[in-house]
């Protein structure tokens, strides 16, 4: 499991009575043997699974449960992986 945290941040703001507040960052919990496409993100406090593949473009705002492929803004279960074919051998 790798864990990815950012940092805490102050934003000033203007005249605005609530333009001035803290950001807090959450942990993002990736398990083990994951893939990302290209522009993927993963929002704070989120947790990805074990053997996930995540598609390009996606959002993922909701934990995601391992052996799956998710997709889509929000992201998605489109489908199991343990129900994929066994890939072929030469």
Do not use: H, Q
């Not at 000033?12 to 398990?31: K, L, Q, S, V």
């Amino acid at each position: 499991m790798e864990r990815i945290r950012s940092g805490e941040w102050y934003l000033p703001g203007g005249d605005e009575p609530n333009a001035r507040r803290w950001e807090r960052a959450r942990p993002i919990t990736i398990g083990e043997d994951c893939w990302f496409g290209a522009g993927a993100m993963v929002m704070p406090g989120v947790t990805v699974g074990d053997r996930v593949v995540v598609a390009a473009g996606s959002v993922v705002t909701r934990d995601v449960p391992s052996d799956t492929l998710v997709a889509g803004v929000p992201a998605t279960v489109k489908r199991s992986l343990l129900d994929a074919p066994p890939a072929p051998t030469d």
